[in-house]
């Protein structure tokens, strides 16, 4: 029988760690935010799609690390999108403009957003914890080819390795 204090303290401390590599990320992207642009933007021309955002999650809030083609009355679904894609562990599309009218519904008459395609790839350096969200958008409805999945399956590779990548330079650092 597992003991509810110990699995209490081990998902405390899951995530304390989790906050922990959100931080050490958003801190080295700033450094480096160029790089993560040019990244961004590569995915977004390669699919053919105005705007892609990088946001990692932070006690429930998304914090737009990098993004472009973003505006601010975009921004609001944009979240709302990543906040459902927040709970997978795999791609997540939105395809229906319907869907779109319904997550815009809530807003009170004060989101303009265009967008009628979205992407959401979870993103994580250990598989399991989902540390935020690659997203990618577009004003026009769309879906999405086997061609397409691929792509985006190999983006999803690259900022996680990046992600990575900066959890072991921020490890190195501190020993």
Request: proline fraction near 3%; charged fraction near 25%; glycine fraction near 8%.
């Amino acid at each position: 029988m597992i003991d509810p204090d110990s699995k209490a303290k081990q998902e405390a401390q899951a995530r304390a760690d989790e906050r922990s590599i959100i931080s050490r990320f958003a801190e080295m992207a700033k450094d480096d935010l160029p790089q993560i642009q040019e990244i961004l933007e590569f995915i977004g021309n390669r699919l053919e799609c105005p705007g892609a955002m990088l946001s990692m999650t932070e006690n429930g809030r998304h914090r737009v690390i990098a993004s472009f083609g973003v505006g601010t009355d975009d921004m609001e679904t944009i979240e709302r999108c990543a906040s459902q894609a927040r709970d997978g562990t795999r791609l997540f599309t939105i395809d229906d403009p319907e869907i779109f009218g319904d997550l815009t519904a809530g807003t009170g008459g004060t989101e303009t957003s265009h967008i009628r395609f979205y992407v959401g790839l979870p993103l994580s350096v250990d598989g399991s914890s989902v540390l935020g969200i690659l997203s990618i958008f577009d004003f026009k409805a769309r879906t999405i080819s086997d061609r397409v999945r691929h792509l985006l399956s190999n983006a999803q590779m690259i900022v996680n390795s990046l992600l990575a990548s900066y959890e072991a330079k921020k490890i190195a650092q501190e020993s």
